[in-house]
Structure formats: C-alpha cells, structure tokens
C-alpha cells in the first residue's frame, strides 16, 4: 500500500509564501504524473499544477506565482506558492499515479489527506 502525505499549509498574509511538500512512501517501483490539487470550501477539487516528465502544467490563476517541482530520489513533490491571495485559500491535495512493486503491469491512483493553506486579506 502507498501513502502520500502533505505538509506545509499553514496561515500567511496575502503577498506572503509557503511551501507544500507532498512524500510517497510504500511498495514504490516508479512515480508517473504527480500533481497538485486544491478545494475550497464548497467548491470542486480543482488542478492547480501537474508534473510529468519533463512537462509541467498550471491553472490560469496561479501562472507565474506557483511552481511544482519533484525530487525522485525522496519520492517527493513540492509546491512553492508566492504572491499568495486570499483566494488562493483551501486544501491542497496531493495525486499521484504510482506503478507498484507487485504489479509493474499498471498503475495506480492515490491521493493524500490534504493540508491546508489560509490566506488572510
């Protein structure tokens, strides 16, 4: 079985930074796409960054503030967010699609618990 778990959330002022890490622990053989997620109160979880590869991909809203970054060798991926908005408030979730020690055949989709980021005005 494969955990991911999240951790930097916290509470900032807007304009401040935090950076979320995200680390996979288990019968890991390869990490494929990871990317990160995020839900407001009464909201979709909605993408926020993906990584895949050499390929990266954000939302329109955090273009040119956020950057997604992995490192393979702690099966860890991480988020930087600068220039935070209150709107940018909600729990951030981690994905990741993990081809397993067992079975390298196919892959499989997990996701963390969340942390939670707050953005005050």
């Known amino acids: 079985q494969v955990h991911l778990v999240e951790s930097g959330g916290g509470l900032v002022q807007a304009g401040g930074f935090l950076r979320l890490s995200c680390a996979a622990s288990?019968?890991?053989?390869?990490?494929?796409?990871m990317g990160w997620y995020r839900q407001a109160p009464g909201k979709q979880r909605d993408l926020v960054a993906l990584?895949?590869?050499?390929?990266?991909n954000y939302a329109d809203s955090v273009k040119g503030r956020f950057t997604i970054s992995r490192d393979n060798a702690k099966n860890t991926m991480y988020l930087q967010m600068n220039s935070l908005k209150p709107e940018d408030t909600a729990v951030y979730y981690c994905?990741?699609?993990?081809?397993?020690?067992?079975?390298?055949?196919?892959?499989?989709?997990?996701w963390g618990l969340g942390t939670q980021v707050t953005v005050s005005s």
């Open positions: 994905r990741a699609v993990i081809v397993l020690t067992t079975n390298k055949e196919r892959s499989y989709e997990y």
């Open positions: 288990g019968s890991i053989f390869s990490i494929n796409a």
């Open positions: 990584i895949n590869g050499g390929t990266t």
